[in-house]
């Protein structure tokens, strides 16, 4: 595999036309061997050195230029992602590089006063924002060129910079304990124990001398959360994430409080908060917190808003379509997609994507559910390196069922069989056998379509299908199963699943 290729394939549409551009940003030419090169390298069809070298060089093939070319194309390729990504940073940790840079070239000028007011600018948004190892090369600079008639009194730079090594160490240590919680999580995980979060994170917290810097530190608060979450994930655990994470940030929230250059962090906690309440089937509570993140969003967190507002949106969607409120769930999304001045990443774009094809198939307009999906004109092996494999397994479930609602069943028996060899290694682990029951009650339905209100039937879901309390049952797999009793019982679907989400007993019950 040609790794340019590989690297070029990663990007969106829209950022391959922006590198386009970039390419031809010091001189526009007609003929560019770089950008023809680019080009071919973005054709579906794979191409060996050879062809490309016949393509780019049809009357003399010319392998030194080929590869001088190949790295030319490869220098555009990381100037333009290091650029793509100082725009994207909502750390400012870009605009303190900006600022140090401009400083060291002001100083190789030989413009002194200008290069340190930027350099002290450059200390001053670094401070704010945590960043402590720029701060470590700024306070460096600062020291060498301590001799400067400009420069701030030695022995106080040489304070701070001591000062900042201890903050320093206290990252280095709590990355370190990150990494160790986040696999012994792991390690449980695969064991099948239960997660116990709050004794397998303080152990180590407690071997890195780290308790008290993360109620401190809302940074390595959210790292920890977020591994935490990652296991919950998996596990579907959701039911003993919640105390844990509200009491972490409640802590934080009372002792040391939130400041301006914590707002991404509060914002990232207060939206796990609102997760772990909707997945819990607490949809009043989510919306509550989900309030405050709109509310910190619109105050101090403007600089994060196309980040999180998309997220905002479809969780409030997802809570108002078990609240009964589909229709509203539909206008907000709609109004994200189609009327919002907001540019949504990919990920963002595919996420409203599927969303709004699951709200038009709980009320009823298949039609328009299935146009959607069609709107996402990328291959699974695409979407998977954007999204991840369970999104994809996800995507291909509701285009099943959608499928069978339109009437296409051999197309429905053709996706099970595809879903079955893409999916074969994920259907042989306990996590996914509802999965693969499910599948196999969807072909019985297709082979056998007035046996589905039988008793038979009901039986034969009631002795495949492991679910236990609706307190208990992940939200989205009560979602998939509410369709399949929706067709035993002969009722609309959005119906059926609003009673599940009243329910607090056996998701079986009749």
Known sequence: MDDLK??????????RKELAAFIQRQKKKKHRKDLELFQLLQQPRHHSPEQLIKRLYPEAPNPVAYYALRKRLARHLTDFILLKRMEEDSTAAASIMGLFSLARYLFDARVDRLAWTYLLKAEKLAVANEQFDLLNTIYNLQIEKADNEFA???????????????????????NIANSLINQRLRAVRRQG?????????????QTYNLTEAVSKRPSLLYKLMSIARSAVLARKDFLTFEPYVLSQYHETEQKYGFIKAHQYYKLSLLYMIAHVFYRNKKFGESIRYLAQLHDDLSKEGKSHYATFYPRYIFLMVANLVFLRCNDEAIALMEKLLYKTSITLSTK????????????????????????????????????ESKMGREWVLKKNMGELILQYELGNEDLVLNKIRAFERTFRDLLQEPAYRNV??????????????????????FNQVESTLEFETFEQTDIQAMSFYAWLKAKMLRKPYYQVLLELARSDGSLKQD
């Open 436 to 457: 693969r029951q499910y599948l196999q009650l969807i072909k019985h339905m297709v082979d056998q379509p007035f046996a589905v209100e039988s008793p038979a039937f």
């Open 152 to 174: 701030d009194d030695l022995e106080e730079i040489i304070r701070k910079r001591n000062q900042n090594k201890q903050a320093a160490d206290e990252d280095e240590r709590a």
């Open 6 to 15: 590989t690297i070029l394939e990663t990007l969106s549409e829209d950022d």
């Open 348 to 383: 963002d774009q595919l996420t409203a994507q599927l969303g709004l094809s699951f709200n038009y198939f709980a009320q009823g307009s298949f039609s328009k559910a299935n146009r959607v999906l069609l709107s996402i004109k990328r291959s699974d092996k695409w979407l």
């Open 193 to 205: 124990r239960d997660l116990n979060f709050d004794k397998i994170i303080q152990e180590v917290l």
